[in-house]
């Protein structure tokens, strides 16, 4: 019953979401007023004109936004009948559906109102509250309700540290909570999609407001990692001294501090730049946390390969945001990173082997063993720099000072690879570990400055 609770909420999150993609495409495509009428496309017909493509594509939009409050509601029932006793469950449940009616409200009177901007922002803004409250529930209904002693009463807190906590130490938690190397590569993500689509002409405001956006999500995402995690931390070496299990955080505001930047991420976006890069900021961050973190991360041994994809949002975010539309360079850059996240994290698990084993995580080397998990690296590795020449040849996007970069970054990386393959130690699958840092970093800023010297050394190759 628990985990066919579990999957009811991520299938009602899966809805809502798809609810507001299909929003963002009928504003897009201005299908908004595709029907003059509500809840019947027009006030002569309910449904409508085959012929008439917006009146189509709105009314498709309000019959999936139907089907999905039937599902809110099917979730809210069953959580009254049997999870009342989980507090947190319920209440993000209840919240959920008692914006349900405010955003169908909203909904008839942006119609009524002509699309009105304030109040189809107020309905964008609801929707995105509305998702929030049902990923928030389907979170803890994986995680489940706070852990109780054998006697049945809530269990105590660990000692808070004994030494004062300064307003600069508590500041400095907060910052490893958001894990400032990943958010730097996340960034720097962003950067290379921005430039790869904007250029030498891309806005610098664009770009700020992006890039801030899309490090604000990928901040949210990683603490929402770490309030996740935080038993299994307390029991692993590398992770046991971080802010939550060693009580240096509170819970709630670690929760809080997550959910206020995930939110804080979507509202400049979409409000400073368009609504496709906020909702693809919006979907890296709920693939992160709800399908990798929650789903597949102590699952499968696979995790890593399909978790790798929430690295890729951050490209697509950048390139969306100067053009409004997606296109193959921009997906190509994000195939880039999700080829890159196996050998490095498989090369980090290869270090920490018994330490994911304590944590109870299926990792490669633990499920597959270490011999396996060196072949799979070295194979990524030559997709990995197989797919980086693609840049060049055929999609004539970059020229010969990636293409040099590219070469001499991929080789070095096949190289330490192909030594963890011959010569395993962990020191090798250290070294590769970091080396593959670097190669990402490299590569992104030889995107950069190959876009940014197309101006004056047109340097194209087909």
């Known amino acids: 019953m628990q985990d066919r609770f579990r999957w009811a909420t991520l299938l009602t999150a899966a809805l809502v979401y798809g609810t507001i993609v299909m929003g963002g495409y009928v504003t897009a495509s201005g299908s908004g007023l595709g ?10 017909h309910f449904f409508p004109a085959l012929g008439d493509p917006h009146a189509v594509i709105e009314w498709t939009h309000r019959t999936f936004a139907f089907f999905t409050g039937i599902a809110l509601l099917g979730v809210f029932a069953w959580a009254v009948k049997e999870k009342r006793s989980d507090r947190r469950l319920f209440q993000s449940v209840t919240f959920a559906f008692l914006l349900l009616p405010v955003q169908a409200g909203l909904g008839a009177v942006t119609v009524f109102t002509g699309l009105n901007p304030a109040i189809a922002a107020m309905h964008t803004g609801t929707a995105a509250a509305l998702f929030g409250s049902i990923v928030a529930a389907n979170i803890f209904a994986f995680i489940g309700p706070k852990r109780v002693t054998t006697a049945g009463a809530p269990s105590e807190p660990a000692p808070a540290p004994s030494e004062p906590r300064d307003a600069r130490s508590r500041a400095k938690d907060y910052a490893l909570m958001v894990k400032p190397g990943i958010l730097f590569l996340v960034v720097l993500t962003g950067l290379a999609g921005l430039l790869l689509a904007g250029g030498s002409r891309l806005s610098p405001w664009t770009a700020g407001i992006t890039l801030l956006g899309g490090a604000l999500s990928a901040a949210s995402a990683n603490a929402f990692n770490h309030y996740l995690e935080r038993d299994v931390d307390a029991q692993m070496t590398r992770t046991k001294k971080r802010p939550l299990p060693s009580q240096r955080v509170p819970e709630r505001a670690a929760f809080v501090f997550a959910a206020a930047m995930a939110v804080l991420a ?7 730049v368009n609504l496709l890069a906020a909702f693809l900021s919006l979907a890296g961050l709920f693939f992160y946390i709800g399908v990798y973190t929650v789903w597949l991360k102590p699952r499968t041994p696979q995790n890593i ?35 890159w996240t196996p ?16 944590g109870g995580f299926p990792m490669m080397p633990n499920v597959k063993g270490e011999a396996h998990t060196r072949k799979e690296i070295w194979a990524y590795t030559l997709l990995l720099v197989g797919a980086s020449l693609l840049f060049v040849w055929p999609l004539n996007a970059l020229g010969v000072l990636y293409l040099a970069a590219a070469l001499v970054l991929g080789g070095l990386f096949c190289w330490y690879a192909w030594r963890l393959l011959q010569e395993p130690s962990t020191a090798s699958a250290r070294k590769l570990f970091v080396f593959s840092i670097w190669y990402l970093l490299g590569l992104f800023v030889a995107i950069g400055l190959d876009v940014l010297a197309q101006p004056w050394l047109p340097m194209r190759m087909f």
């Open 266 to 272: 979507f509202v400049l976006l979409g409000l400073l």
């Open 343 to 358: 050998p490095h994290f498989w090369a980090l698990a290869l270090v920490y082997k018994e330490d994911y084993a304590r």
């Open 35 to 44: 029907c003059s009428h509500w809840p019947g496309c027009e006030p002569d």
């Open 305 to 339: 390969v399909i978790g790798g994809a929430a690295g890729s949002f951050p490209a697509l975010v950048g390139w969306a945001a100067v053009t409004g539309t997606l296109a193959w360079p921009a997906v190509l850059l994000g195939a880039l990173v999700f080829l």
